[in-house]
C-alpha cells in the first residue's frame, strides 16, 4: 500500500525524536519502512508485523519501535494487533521503547488504544506518544 504524505511526516516526526534523544548511544542502528528508507534498510519483523522505525544499540542495552498511525489506520484492529504485539515484544527487551506518532486529532485514541493493550502485559515499556500536524 502506498504511503500517504501524512503517514511519511509523522514516520519523519519518529525518525528526528529518535536521532535527537537518543544520540547518547553509541552504535545506534535506526531502520525505517519509508518507501525509500534513509539508510537504505527495512526493519525487522517484530511478531509478525513490520514497525515503521526499529532501532537497536550494539551492545544491546535498548530497543526501540515506532510506529505512525493516521486517524484512519489507528482505528482498524489490524492497528491494534500490530500495537500489541509491538509492545508484548518490548516487554522482553531491555530498556524497550514504544514510539507511536499520530496526528493531533488522534492522541485521545492512541493513549486509549496503548492502554488497553497494556492491560494484557506482565510489565510496560516506556511508551512516548508524538503528535503531528493534521496538515
Request: overall charge negative.
Amino acid at each position: 500500500m502506498a504511503e500517504s504524505p501524512q503517514h511519511a511526516r509523522l514516520v519523519r516526526l519518529i525518525l528526528e525524536y529518535v536521532e535527537q534523544e537518543f544520540k547518547d548511544l553509541e552504535w545506534l542502528a535506526v531502520y525505517d519502512d519509508a518507501a525509500e528508507p534513509m539508510r537504505g534498510e527495512k526493519p525487522p519483523r517484530v511478531g509478525g508485523y513490520v514497525p515503521d522505525v526499529f532501532a537497536v544499540d550494539t551492545p544491546r542495552s535498548t530497543t526501540i519501535i515506532g510506529e505512525a498511525k493516521t486517524l484512519l489506520d489507528l482505528e482498524t484492529q489490524h492497528s491494534r494487533q500490530q500495537i500489541t504485539s509491538f509492545l508484548q515484544h518490548l516487554t522482553l527487551a531491555r530498556n524497550g521503547v514504544f514510539i507511536l506518532a499520530t496526528p493531533i486529532s488522534a492522541a485521545g485514541l492512541a493513549r486509549n488504544i496503548v492502554a488497553a493493550s497494556c492491560r494484557e502485559l506482565p510489565s510496560i515499556p516506556r511508551v512516548i506518544y508524538l503528535n503531528g500536524n493534521p496538515s
